[in-house]
């Protein structure tokens, strides 16, 4: 079974730019989540999907926003980029969540982001 | 505010070594706690653990939760130079069908293991 996959994998942007990253889940799976890992801030959750609908948010600013289409593909996008939204860019997927015993997350990659 | 801690943050053992690797944290709705290994690229998942005093294991590497005292530890004995890592440690909430796919995560514990 193929793993969770994330386009691009590295993408340099100027401030101000926008940027769109895709994440396609692991086949079967419905609950997509996005992370940003910093080497100062550490992994953060930025937001999940499940059947299309955000489910849970985490503290981030509005210029960071995503969706789901209807075969689980998630993409984010990040408007107005800011020196600080350089990081990693890390999407996981799983069954339906971590109400289950099988909701372990699965990561992708991830997408290295470069803000000059 | 959720929290996960882990300790220590990085720890320089030799290969044959037995380490500890613990997670402590203060969340609300606590739902499952799970542990991730990050080399150079996306962390894999090692562990989740739902129950307390459930000891699960593969192979060298260990873990085990305590929900009374909020904490869980990692072992790993006999180490290798490829376990050379982070360890992350993070925790998931959820009650009522909210932040099911959302996990706290911790700082992580950097683990170098010398030959």
């Known amino acids: 079974k193929a793993g969770v996959t994330q386009t691009p994998r590295y993408l340099i942007k100027t401030r101000g730019q926008q940027v769109t990253l895709s994440c396609s889940p692991i086949?079967?799976?419905?609950?997509v989540s996005w992370y940003q890992q910093t080497p100062g801030q550490g992994l953060q959750f930025l937001f999940e999907?499940?059947?299309?609908?955000?489910?849970n948010k985490g503290n981030f600013p509005g210029r960071f926003s995503g969706r789901q289409f209807s075969n689980s593909r998630s993409e984010m996008n990040v408007s107005t980029l800011e020196l600080g939204d350089s990081a990693l860019y890390l999407c996981?997927?799983?069954?339906?969540?971590?109400?289950?015993?099988?909701?372990?997350?699965?990561f992708g990659p991830g997408t290295r982001l470069t803000v000059l | 505010e959720d929290k996960v801690v882990q300790s220590p943050l990085s720890l320089v053992v030799h290969e044959g070594d037995t380490v500890t690797l613990n997670c402590s944290y203060e969340?609300?709705?606590?739902?499952?706690l799970l542990w991730y290994k990050q080399e150079k690229k996306a962390p894999t998942f090692l562990f989740m653990l739902?129950?307390?005093?459930i000891e699960k294991k593969s192979g060298r590497l260990s873990s085990i939760l305590d929900k009374k005292e909020l904490f869980s530890i990692l072992n790993i004995t006999a180490t290798q130079t490829g376990d050379s890592a982070i360890y992350l440690c993070?925790?998931?909430?959820?009650?009522?069908?909210?932040?099911?796919?959302?996990?706290?995560f911790g700082q992580g514990t950097i683990l170098t293991v010398h030959p």
């Open positions: 993070a925790v998931g909430m959820g009650a009522g069908g909210t932040s099911y796919g959302k996990l706290t």
């Open positions: 996981a997927s799983s069954l339906t969540g971590l109400h289950n015993q099988r909701g372990e997350q699965f």
């Open positions: 999907y499940f059947s299309e609908t955000q489910r």
């Open positions: 969340v609300t709705n606590f739902r499952s």
């Open positions: 086949s079967g799976h419905r609950s």
């Open positions: 739902t129950s307390s005093g």
